[in-house]
Nanobody, 121 residues
C-alpha cells in the first residue's frame, strides 16, 4: 500500500509559477510511474503529466506542453514545475502512481487527496 501526499498548491496570478510536490508518506513508489491529473469543478479528471519509474520518459497533456515539467527528485518525491500559469489551469491537482504509465486514470492505482491550484486573471 502506497500513500501519496501532494503539496505546493496555492493562489498565483496569471503568468506566475508554482511547484507541486508528490511524496510517498507510507510505502514507496520508486518502482512506479507517477502521474498528475487535475479536476476543475464540474469537469472530468484530466491528464496533466507522467514520469516513468526510471525518470527517463515523460508524458504531457497538450494543454500544458512547454509550460509544465515533471521530474523525479528521489525515489519517493516527484515534482511538477508549472510555469506561465493561466486561469484555465485552476483545478485540484492529484498525484497518482501505478505500475504502468499512460494518459488515462486506468493506468494508476494509488491517488493522493489533491492540492488546490488557483490562477487569478
Amino acid at each position: 500500500q502506497v500513500q501519496l501526499v501532494e503539496s505546493g498548491g496555492g493562489l498565483v496570478q496569471t503568468g506566475g509559477s508554482l511547484r507541486l510536490s508528490c511524496a510517498a508518506s507510507r510505502g514507496t513508489f520508486e518502482n512506479y510511474a507517477v502521474g498528475w491529473f487535475r479536476q476543475a469543478p464540474g469537469k472530468e479528471r484530466d491528464f496533466v503529466s507522467a514520469v516513468s519509474w526510471s525518470g527517463n520518459r515523460t508524458y504531457y497533456g497538450d494543454s500544458v506542453k512547454g509550460r509544465f515539467t515533471i521530474s523525479r527528485h528521489s525515489a519517493n518525491t516527484v515534482y511538477l514545475q508549472m510555469n506561465s500559469l493561466k486561469p484555465e489551469d485552476t483545478a485540484v491537482y492529484y498525484c497518482t502512481a501505478g505500475l504502468s504509465m499512460g494518459y488515462t486514470i486506468e493506468h494508476y492505482k494509488y491517488w493522493g487527496q489533491g492540492t488546490q491550484v488557483t490562477v487569478s486573471s
